[in-house]
């Protein structure tokens, strides 16, 4: 089915270890995302592309790095894990871009529930 | 500085009644607003949307209303069914964050059969 694909769905971290989050969409979507979702803050923006060969920080980058590698596919690393990264991470696509469009819709991937300890 | 704040943490509606789900926002620069539907261990799922130039939208049982004014919005679901039942997030952007979604913390919904 098309949509947005992340890999992996879980994963356990120790502190200071590092992982890549792979997220990649067959819509053709121009622009991509990463947010986390944390207990009573709602989905935070932490990096987004506009489009191929551009990132941009979110609300919260600190502690985050990430790579379009083409137009489908948006990685995101941690480094060196904190406790504090503990959350559920979405990948999101839409076709929004930089042009205006009426269709501001994103969609997003199943999530990656990510635990430091 | 949360720009768009849903207060309501959960709600409970009996089924076959009508569902209110609140939204406040700060920035005045916003001029599109989302409402997104999560279940558990899925991703959000786009519901519906208004744009600023209106003050209502339809979408079956989904209506959105959107005052300008009050920097507020509602979403109302008549009538509730138990397959409502979900976390609801209210996304807004515009001005320098075009493109990008902003979301309230999300609201719980329950429907009771």
């Known amino acids: 089915n098309a949509g947005v694909t992340q890999t992996p769905k879980f994963q356990v971290l120790k502190t200071g270890q590092s992982m890549t989050l792979q997220c990649a969409q067959d819509?053709?979507?121009?622009?991509m995302y990463w947010y986390r979702q944390d207990p009573g803050m709602g989905l935070r923006l932490i990096y987004y592309?506009?489009?191929?060969?551009?990132?941009d920080k979110g609300e919260v980058p600190n502690g985050y790095n990430v790579s379009r590698l083409n137009k489908r596919e948006f990685s995101l690393r941690l480094e060196s894990a904190a406790p504090s990264q503990t959350s559920v991470y979405f990948c999101?696509?839409?076709?929004?871009?930089?042009?205006?469009?009426?269709?501001?819709?994103?969609?997003f991937g199943s999530g990656t529930r990510l635990t430091v300890v | 500085d949360q720009q768009v704040k849903q207060n309501s943490p959960s709600l409970s509606v009996q089924e076959g009644r009508i569902s209110i789900l609140n939204c406040d926002y700060t920035?005045?620069?916003?001029?599109?607003f989302l409402w997104y539907k999560k279940y558990p261990a899925e991703g959000p799922t786009f519901l519906i949307s208004?744009?600023?130039?209106?003050d209502k939208n339809e979408d079956g049982r989904f209506t959105v209303f959107l005052n300008k004014s009050a920097k507020h919005l509602s979403l109302h679901i008549v009538p509730s069914q138990p397959g409502d039942s979900a976390v609801y997030f209210c996304?807004?952007?515009?001005?320098?964050?075009?493109?990008?979604?902003?979301f309230g913390q999300g609201t719980i919904l329950t429907v009771h059969p």
């Open positions: 999101a696509s839409s076709e929004a871009g930089t042009s205006l469009t009426a269709n501001y819709g994103y969609t």
């Open positions: 819509m053709n979507h121009n622009s």
């Open positions: 592309s506009a489009s191929e060969g551009t990132t």
């Open positions: 920035n005045s620069m916003f001029d599109y």
């Open positions: 208004i744009s600023s130039i209106k």
């Open positions: 996304a807004a952007t515009g001005g320098t964050s075009y493109g990008k979604l902003t």
